[in-house]
């Protein structure tokens, strides 16, 4: 079984190596990402192996089908990037659906507390001998409200870690579950109850088009004076400008964002020695209270590990038995994950 891989980064090969051995799976490693420019260079394998950024529209999907190439296996999570109307009866789109929801809630908190306590601003300041403590004030977590939206796998384990810190919980869900709110410290509001009671949005459902720009000009007006936004799910969440315009205007205490609308022209590469392009992300980075890193919050020893193992083994259920627990298919308008693996 031969599968191009897309995007690749250091961190990638080994685990993917290790298990591609294991389960006879080799891997080409490509450090484009694939766009309806670079599809051509998955000709000749059975399938590519893809990240957050890389492109599979309509077109993309259209060039593997011409080169007979059937599967497109996500190493994440989110599916935004799949055109996943178009790929129903074309391509197989294999995902792995959890890897680690420890890795992203606990990147979560360690944003949130970086900012709150002024890490980032200390760890500098020190290193320059500065020992003053001018400007560093912040606030305690015990007793504050949460509000999170997207009570899945992450944003409930980010629900335990507030929980530990003595921290009330809002919780918003198209899809409520039955048990997780307690009645007591976590309950289930509406979007509006949510955004005019939290210190404190953390976001943690996936992007579609009705959670796409979620936190708006029109969101943050009903939010607290002072809220802290945390989005470690996806960057269209976020309408930018706008909460750039509510940094601005003191609306919006604070920011940390592991993900931006546009971040596929930038993340996960080196710019240190350009200029920006991107006057947004620009701005938004060179605010005291905002905290970027680059959609850094799956980077794990033990996510790198569960992401490739689930790939290789979805790749080889593909092949071998023509079904796979984590394919993904479009069904009745809204792309739902398909139980039985058999979509087309
Ligand atoms: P999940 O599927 O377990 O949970 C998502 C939750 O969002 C579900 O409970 C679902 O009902 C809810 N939801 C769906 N539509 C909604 C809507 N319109 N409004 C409110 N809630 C809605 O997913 P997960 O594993 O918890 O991951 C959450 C998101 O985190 C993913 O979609 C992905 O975008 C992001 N993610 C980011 C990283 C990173 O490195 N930054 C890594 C993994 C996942």
Redesign the pocket.
Known sequence: MKIAFFDTKPYDKPSFDKYGEKMGVSFKYFETKLTEDTAGLANGFDGVCVFVNDVVNAKVIDKLCEMGVKIVALR???F?NVDMKYAFGKVHVLRV??YS?Y??AE?TMALLLTSIRRIHKAYIRTRDFNFSLAGMTGFDLHGKTVGI???????RVFADICRGFGMKILA????P?DNFADGDNIKYVTLDELFAGSDIISL?????D??HH?ISEESIEKCKRGVVILN???GALVDSEALLAAIKSRKVGAACL??YEEESDFFFEDFSGHILEDDTLARLISMPNVIVTS?????TEEALSNIAETTVQNIVDMIEEEQCENELCYRGGSAKDCKNGKCF
Do not use: M, W
């Open positions: 994440c999570a989110g935004n659906p959890a929801p890795a992203v990147h939206i997207g009570t899945g796998k992450i944003g918003y869900d198209k899809y579950s943690h459902c996936p992007l579609t009705e959670t979620i470690t799910s996806r592991d993900v959609h850094q919050a799956f980077l």
